[in-house]
Nanobody, 122 residues
């Protein structure tokens, strides 16, 4: 199994910044082996949406709504992925989830963290 634990959420004013962390542990796949690590979010009354992704090669993609404001990085030595959020807006308020997506010999694996709350408010 793979366990994911997010941290770093909290209350921040509009225009502020936060950095979320996702620590990967377990004996199944290490972070440097996982095909894609993702950040999702689910705002109040909304469906869960993909915020951004990073591949094991370090390539990143982002939703249009956060492009230019959010970055994703990973530190394989620390088994940790980060989501750096800046110029935060009230509409970024959501529970943010870390996801590990991997395909191993034709079997798809998805692991999720428990989520961390981000609230953007004056």
């Amino acid at each position: 199994q793979v366990q994911l634990v997010e941290s770093g959420g909290g209350l921040v004013q509009p225009g502020g910044s936060l950095r979320l962390s996702c620590v990967v542990s377990g004996n199944m796949f290490s972070i440097n082996y996982i095909n894609t690590m993702n950040w999702y979010r689910q705002g109040p009354g909304k469906q869960r949406e993909l915020v951004g992704s990073i591949t094991k090669d370090g390539d990143t993609t982002f939703a249009d709504s956060v492009k230019g404001r959010f970055t994703i990085s990973r530190d394989n030595a620390k088994n940790t992925m980060y989501l750096q959020m800046s110029s935060l807006k009230p509409e970024d308020t959501a529970v943010y989830y870390c996801n590990a997506h991997h395909i191993f010999f034709g079997t798809q694996y998805d692991f999720w963290g428990q989520g961390t709350q981000v609230t953007v408010s004056p």
